[in-house]
């Protein structure tokens, strides 16, 4: 069949037509891919030439090693190890006894603390110690002015005086008996007379000796003020109350200031009924501060024979020795009594078991000190259960690590050092 010129014409047009919708349909997905390709290339060359900046982001940046995790390590060689008294232990199991638990409050030591009163009536003249003051045994606190003293005195003086002249009339009277010219009955009265004299004497001085007020300030004769009353510290120690003011009038038995020595404390704390048996007079514990964590060990001094009626408890105390008046009276403390070590019983085995010497504290975590080739490493670790001589690490430490037991604060004094040389 022939076609006509115009079917051809007709035809082409159609064929182009669907060829130019074609292409319209094509082009944009060859876009889309065209990109898509782009961007996964130019993904793939910043992972290529990028990913070692990323790194640095994660760790340069804060300027920080990759390895900010590593345990501190503080450089000892053998010889300086041996010089700072340090010595090694193996971390493996060991029987432990466990240690009891117990609330406490540091109180002021009763057998060093004293309530002065000025034993005599008198007016305030003037107070010579303020609160928080050391003072010195025998240190002069306050000064009164005393009615009651002033007569103590002059019986004294008068006493003296009489005591004098009937020494002189004895001995008068001895030389006249030995000449013969009077008779023994004088001279043996002038003899009782002065012995009375005498008595009189002391009797007077040891009213005086019973006040405080004979020492120092007491007049031979009558010159000086005898009212005059000096209230004198009676031990070495911190002044506690003060309730005393120049200008007013006291009473012999007033609380006029409370004196201790804050040298020692007691660390006090109740004991329940299921732990009265295993508390006792002169095993060790330990104190440990609630607030700073500072620790020290001492031995319980004393367990109360009674039970409070409001606590079902009685009241146990440690005596601590307090260098720099650290434990102040007041503060809250957690305490450990240690059993006895032949108390077995009770014992438990830890799987690993360090000496209690060898814990230091770092920022605030238990640490302990792991020989390295260089000379240790600090290894924060968990403690457990502890009886004053071993401690449990439930984790942190493998069984047969060899650590610093004793003198491990040497090493923790090293650390310090290393610590101030980078910051300056």
């Known amino acids: 069949m022939k076609l006509t010129k115009k079917q051809t014409i007709a035809i082409a047009a159609i064929v ?41 982001d994660a760790h340069g940046k804060a300027g920080q090693p990759e390895h900010a995790d590593e345990p501190l390590q503080a450089t000892f060689s053998a010889e300086q190890i ?7 232990a193996v971390a493996g199991p060991a029987p432990i006894v466990p ?4 609330s406490g409050e540091i109180r002021y030591d ?7 009163v000025p034993r005599l009536a008198g007016m305030v003249e003037s107070v010579n110690a303020e609160l928080g003051q050391q ?3 025998g240190q002069v606190l306050a000064v009164l002015s005393s009615r009651e003293l002033s007569e103590l005195r002059s019986e004294l003086l008068s006493a003296r005086q009489r005591q004098s002249l009937a020494q002189t009339l004895l001995a008068r009277e001895r030389k006249l008996w030995e000449e013969r010219i009077s008779a023994e009955q004088d001279y043996l009265q002038a003899q009782q007379q002065a012995n009375e004299a ?8 040891q009213k005086l000796d019973a006040l405080g007020a004979a020492s120092g300030s007491a007049p031979h004769s009558g010159a000086g003020p005898l009212n005059r009353y000096e209230v004198r510290a009676p031990f070495d120690g911190t002044v506690l109350e003060k309730h005393i003011a120049a200008g007013e009038a006291v009473k012999e038995d007033a609380n006029i200031f409370t004196l201790s020595d804050l040298s020692s404390v007691w660390a006090e704390f109740a004991v329940t009924a299921p732990h009265l048996d295993a508390v006792r007079v002169g095993q060790q514990a330990s104190v440990t501060s609630v607030s700073s964590g500072a620790s020290a060990i001492g031995t319980v001094a004393y367990v109360g024979a009674l039970l409070g009626e409001q606590t079902r408890a009685a009241t146990a105390r440690i005596r601590l020795k307090n260098p720099g008046t650290a434990w102040r009276p007041g503060l809250f403390v957690n305490v450990r009594v240690f059993p006895p070590a032949a108390d077995a019983a009770n014992a438990v085995t830890a799987a690993v078991a360090v000496q209690s010497s ?5 920022e605030g975590k238990p640490a302990i000190f792991v020989r390295t080739p260089a000379g240790f ?28 037991a004793d003198g491990s604060f040497a090493i923790k004094a090293e650390l310090g050092k290393s610590d101030n040389e980078h910051a300056h």
Request: proline share 2%; hydrophobic share 45%.
């Open 198 to 205: 005498g008595i009189a004497v002391r009797n007077a001085q």
């Open 16 to 56: 182009l037509c669907g060829a130019a919708l074609a292409a319209l349909i094509i082009m944009p997905r060859a876009q889309n891919g065209a990109m898509h390709e782009a961007a996964h290339s130019e993904q793939d060359e910043k992972d290529e030439h990028g990913g070692a900046h990323g790194k640095e």
């Open 82 to 88: 041996k010089t700072a008294g340090i010595t090694l």
């Open 99 to 102: 240690a009891i638990a117990l």
């Open 110 to 116: 009763g057998d060093r603390t004293a309530h002065v």
């Open 358 to 362: 060898a814990v230091q504290t770092l």
């Open 135 to 137: 003072v010195k045994k």
């Open 377 to 404: 490493a600090a290894q924060t670790v968990a403690l457990g259960r502890g009886d004053g001589k071993l401690v449990e690490v439930l984790s942190g430490l493998k069984p047969g690590a060899q650590y610093a």
